[in-house]
């Protein structure tokens, strides 16, 4: 039986459970968010007045995520399912579909203009703080719509929480405009910080492109190799998610210096330097500034 045919056997045999099960009570609000990141600005604005499940969890790579049958339970038990958008979920269109649920499905992207690379839109939208705000203005939409009696609550936990990622994006924006032109440019494993660079004046360059389960070819990474020889770059970054081993190579070939580790597409496991949306952000802030406002290069 292929993995596909054994989740959805696995999301029938769900189903029929759940059948089973008592009805769970009216206020207890459920919602399902597809990964880590959006999981927690999630709860920062519904605070204890709902359940939050995510489904890709920290130090989780969502490109090649395989759903389990315990998220179609609990898919298949939401009222609120928030996902990203823009392509960044290529499973869940059918998890949501094949799960049978009756959850209203809201994209936490809408209304932010896409960044494209190579061609592509990059679903890494939340690597910008302005576009965080989006985010969590579209989550309080949401859930204000499925909780009028709770509004008031809802939107004041959105908008201080929108004033501390404003404050965090007018940190970010003062702390890098001194960096140098020749201090601005930086290679990570794949191609998710487009956002970051286009919000806050750096140039990431990375072998594989916007998913990870992508492989470059020898001729693309020698290309890029050949480019960091001639042109040089401030320093390269692993990533929680990939391996670290392409970066390692690259950084032996050219001589950069690999300047540490970015949180990309996931949160930290507890007791990680990035257990929340805003943790994760000023950690990858100070990681570039260490990096960059140095000559550590060769």
Same mark, same amino acid.
Do not use: C
């Given at each position: ?30 919602i399902?968010?597809?990964?880590s ?43 609120i ?25 809201h ?37 204000k ?9 809802? %939107?004041a936990? &959105?908008?201080?929480? !929108? +004033? ?5 994006? /007018?940190?970010?924006k003062?702390? $890098?405009? *001194? ?9 990570t ?13 750096? %140039?990431?360059? &990375?072998?594989?492109? !916007? +998913? ?5 070819? /020898?001729?693309?990474?020698?290309? $890029?190799? *050949? ?17 670290p ?12 210096? !690999?300047g ?5 597409? /996931? ?7 990035a257990?929340?949306?805003?943790t ?8 570039l ?10």
């Amino acid at each position: 039986m292929t993995l596909v045919k054994s989740l959805y056997a696995g999301i029938a045999t769900a189903s029929f459970v759940l059948a089973a099960l008592p009805a769970a009570a009216e206020d207890d609000v459920k919602i399902v968010a597809s990964f880590s990141i959006l999981g927690d600005m999630v709860e920062e604005v519904v605070g204890d007045l709902a359940t939050v499940t995510t489904i890709v969890g920290p130090d989780a790579d969502a490109h090649v995520y395989q759903p389990s049958v315990a998220d179609a339970r609990a898919v298949a038990q939401a009222d609120i399912i928030f996902v990203n958008g823009l392509g960044f979920e290529t499973w869940s269109d059918t998890l949501i579909s094949e799960s049978g649920t009756e959850a209203t499905v809201h994209v936490a992207t809408a209304g932010i203009t896409p960044v494209k690379v190579d061609g592509m839109t990059d679903p890494h939208a939340w690597n910008s703080l302005s576009n965080g705000v989006i985010y969590v203005t579209n989550v309080a939409a949401a859930m204000k719509e499925a909780m009028p009696e709770h509004a008031g609550e809802i %939107t004041a936990n &959105a908008d201080a929480y !929108i +004033a501390e990622l404003e404050a965090l994006d /007018a940190e970010t924006k003062s702390k $890098l405009a *001194d960096l140098p032109a020749n201090r601005r440019t930086v290679v990570t494993a794949h191609d998710a910080f487009g956002y970051l660079a286009d919000a806050y004046g750096l %140039t990431f360059l &990375a072998p594989v492109g !916007i +998913a990870t389960e992508a492989e470059p070819s /020898a001729k693309d990474l020698a290309v $890029l190799i *050949d480019q960091l020889k001639a042109e040089g770059a401030a320093a390269l970054f692993v990533e929680n998610i990939t391996s670290p081993a392409l970066v390692q190579q690259i950084s032996e070939e050219t001589g950069i210096v !690999i300047g540490g580790r970015l949180f990309s597409d /996931a949160l930290s496991e507890r007791g990680g330097p990035a257990t929340s949306y805003l943790t994760m952000f000023q950690h990858n802030l100070g990681t570039l500034l260490d990096a960059l406002a140095h000559e550590t290069a060769s």
